[in-house]
């Protein structure tokens, strides 16, 4: 990952160095249980985003670094409350805060989380104000939904609509708020935000794959994915367990999916000028997206 996005490696650095000043400006007995979360095998592929069509969109302008560190605290902190909703013991190898201690404190840290990113929404405007709330409230509403359909089988139309209002909105909430900084063509705009949004999808049914295969907390907590959705439609009267069916056929069929949208986000781009961001970007996608 280094060498794809060393063009925007001092952007990067910056981004790292500010966040920490971010993580340790409020100290509590959580702080380094915090910091360790925050940088212990991070993917950062929102902030890397806003970075990428910073440069490719020409746009010059310090609110970028507030909006990536803002992406990323709110991402964060949406991962944390999520563990909780899931009861995950472990993420990225490391106790989970609901575990290590419990579900009231692993809400507040995850609070917390939120109320640094609102200072850092603050630094900016109006106009990004208002996109970070509607994203953030429609991820929000997204989330109550699925946990309503909980224990449900519901068809690939249903099950790819709930998975760009949860995942998307948090990829996309960043070039938005870049398009508040400065006139941007409204065809550029469509095909960027197009690209994003076949992007978020691919990259979340490939992570509904990964943790599907390693036997995750989806299947037990009654959150049906895009494998077992596949089952159901071959297998309408069948018993579902994980352990005792073969499911390559479906986890393969699932990784066509993935690919399908790779391939279509990558169209959106044609048009874009060219530009070693654009390449970065291409390699980006085609890297964290194959199977």
Do not use: W
Request: net charge neutral; proline share 2%.
């Amino acid at each position: 990952m280094d060498k794809i996005v060393f063009p925007i490696k001092k952007e990067l650095e910056n981004f790292e160095k500010k966040l920490e000043e971010i993580i340790l400006s409020e100290k509590n007995f959580l702080t380094c249980d915090l910091r360790n979360f925050i940088f212990t095998n991070p993917k950062r592929l929102r902030p890397i985003f806003v970075f990428l069509f910073s440069k490719i969109l020409k746009i010059q302008d310090s609110k970028v670094l507030d909006i990536a560190l803002i992406v990323e605290l709110i991402h964060s902190a949406s991962l944390i409350h999520d563990d909780i909703i899931d009861e995950e013991k472990t993420r990225r190898n490391h106790p989970t805060f609901f575990d290590k201690y419990n579900s009231k404190i692993a809400v507040l840290e995850g609070d917390f989380l939120l109320s640094l990113a609102l200072n850092q929404i603050a630094k900016t405007n109006i106009d990004i104000s208002r996109v970070f709330a509607k994203r953030i409230k429609d991820t929000i509403q997204a989330e109550i939904i699925q946990n309503e359909n909980l224990n449900k089988i519901c068809d690939l139309n249903c099950y790819i609509k709930k998975t760009k209002e949860k995942t998307a909105n948090l990829f996309l909430v960043g070039l938005e708020a870049l398009f508040c900084l400065v006139k941007i063509d409204e065809k550029i705009k469509e095909n960027v935000l197009s690209f994003m949004e076949n992007y978020s999808l691919a990259f979340q049914i490939k992570n509904d794959i990964d943790n599907f295969k390693k036997n995750s907390s989806d299947y037990k907590n009654g959150n049906y994915t895009l494998p077992v959705i596949y089952f159901f439609m071959e297998n309408h009267t069948a018993e579902f367990n994980q352990k005792q069916l073969n499911f390559e056929k479906y986890i393969q069929k699932s990784y066509k999916k993935v690919d399908e949208y790779r391939i279509f986000a990558l169209k959106f781009l044609e048009e874009l000028e060219n530009s070693e961001y654009k390449e970065v970007l291409i390699k980006l996608t085609n890297e964290t997206l194959r199977s």
